[in-house]
């Protein structure tokens, strides 16, 4: 049984955005892997993300101003689990300042994915709900994280 909810890849420009998310998952009951959390000082750092990522029911890939070397190594890596292990979601995340799907391309392997977008905040609620309605592998359904206004 995978350990984590979600593996968190993301650049290190973008890391305050990301835990930011990562709270918000932990309070929303799902265990997101964040490195700055998990990686032990002193352990070498390439093997305990592989075997993060190999405990993660899904991986969110986030996309700032650039992918970061590492974590274009870990998004393909997460794709390849996903072609071998249909179960697998890779989830597109696009941050605030990020890039504009359809004006700057997404990585190839990212484009046909249904994305995530907090281009327009990080406590944008629909985003967030279509972000845990991915991790779960659920549809988000009807209004998102949006409140319906009250009947009279």
């Given at each position: 049984m995978p350990?984590?909810?979600?593996?968190?890849?993301?650049?290190?420009?973008?890391?305050p955005?990301?835990?930011h998310?990562?709270?918000?998952?932990?309070?929303?009951e799902?265990?997101?892997?964040?490195?700055?959390?998990?990686?032990v000082p002193?352990?070498?750092?390439q093997?305990?993300?592989?075997e993060?990522l190999d405990?993660?029911?899904t991986?969110?890939?986030?996309?700032g101003?650039?992918l970061?070397?590492?974590?274009?190594e870990?998004?393909r890596s997460?794709?390849?689990?996903?072609?071998?292990?249909?179960?697998?979601?890779?989830?597109?995340?696009l941050?605030?300042?990020?890039?504009e799907p359809?004006?700057e391309e997404?990585p190839?392997?990212?484009?046909?994915?249904?994305?995530?977008d907090?281009?327009?905040g990080?406590?944008e609620?629909?985003?967030f709900h279509?972000?845990l309605?991915g991790?779960?592998?659920?549809?988000?359904?009807?209004?998102?994280?949006?409140?319906k206004?009250?009947l009279?």
């Amino acid at each position: 049984m995978p350990r984590y909810d979600v593996f968190l890849s993301h650049a290190s420009a973008d890391k305050p955005a990301v835990e930011h998310l990562a709270h918000k998952l932990r309070e929303a009951e799902l265990e997101p892997f964040l490195d700055k959390w998990h990686l032990v000082p002193g352990q070498p750092w390439q093997e305990a993300l592989e075997e993060a990522l190999d405990q993660s029911r899904t991986c969110a890939v986030f996309l700032g101003k650039a992918l970061g070397p590492w974590q274009n190594e870990e998004m393909r890596s997460a794709i390849d689990t996903r072609v071998r292990e249909g179960a697998f979601r890779v989830i597109p995340v696009l941050l605030p300042g990020g890039k504009e799907p359809g004006k700057e391309e997404l990585p190839r392997f990212l484009r046909r994915l249904t994305w995530v977008d907090f281009r327009a905040g990080l406590d944008e609620a629909d985003a967030f709900h279509r972000l845990l309605a991915g991790i779960r592998g659920t549809p988000p359904g009807p209004g998102g994280g949006v409140e319906k206004p009250s009947l009279p």
